[in-house]
């Protein structure tokens, strides 16, 4: 998935069950990461710009707004402590000095 600095980007998590989830944030392969959420709820370092969406009975997306280029890296969505689903997205953030350049490279 690719976006552009300053957009907001939704990365979808399909859930089973009505059960908290967690977000992990990777910036490298072989990274332990970050939990972005955990147990359903947005970490305090990232509550500014991260927000977990619960759109639908079996859906918690997370939501990052005004991105930014250390954002980029692999998102994971983990269900129900590790024992379910799991989905997983490469958020790419190109950050070119023309907003024009950036917004062609994106659509």
Same mark, same amino acid.
């Given at each position: 998935?690719?976006?552009?600095?300053?957009?907001?980007?939704?990365?979808?998590?399909?859930?089973?069950?009505?059960?908290?989830?967690?977000?992990?944030?990777?910036?490298?392969?072989?990274?332990?990461?970050?939990?972005?959420?955990?147990?359903?709820?947005?970490?305090?370092?990232?509550?500014?710009?991260?927000?977990?969406?619960?759109?639908?009975?079996?859906?918690?997306? +997370? *939501?990052?707004?005004? #991105?930014?280029?250390?954002?980029?890296? %692999?998102?994971? $969505?983990?269900?129900?402590?590790?024992?379910?689903?799991?989905?997983?997205?490469? +958020? *790419?953030?190109?950050? #070119?000095?023309?907003?024009?350049?950036? %917004?062609?490279? $994106?659509?």
């Amino acid at each position: 998935m690719a976006a552009c600095v300053g957009e907001t980007v939704t990365l979808p998590c399909h859930t089973t069950k009505r059960m908290g989830v967690d977000w992990r944030y990777r910036t490298t392969l072989d990274s332990d990461g970050s939990y972005v959420v955990a147990s359903g709820y947005v970490q305090d370092s990232f509550r500014q710009r991260f927000a977990l969406n619960r759109s639908g009975h079996d859906q918690q997306d +997370l *939501v990052i707004s005004r #991105l930014r280029i250390s954002d980029e890296g %692999l998102y994971i $969505c983990i269900e129900d402590a590790g024992l379910g689903p799991r989905h997983e997205y490469r +958020l *790419v953030v190109h950050g #070119l000095a023309s907003n024009v350049v950036c %917004l062609f490279v $994106c659509v």
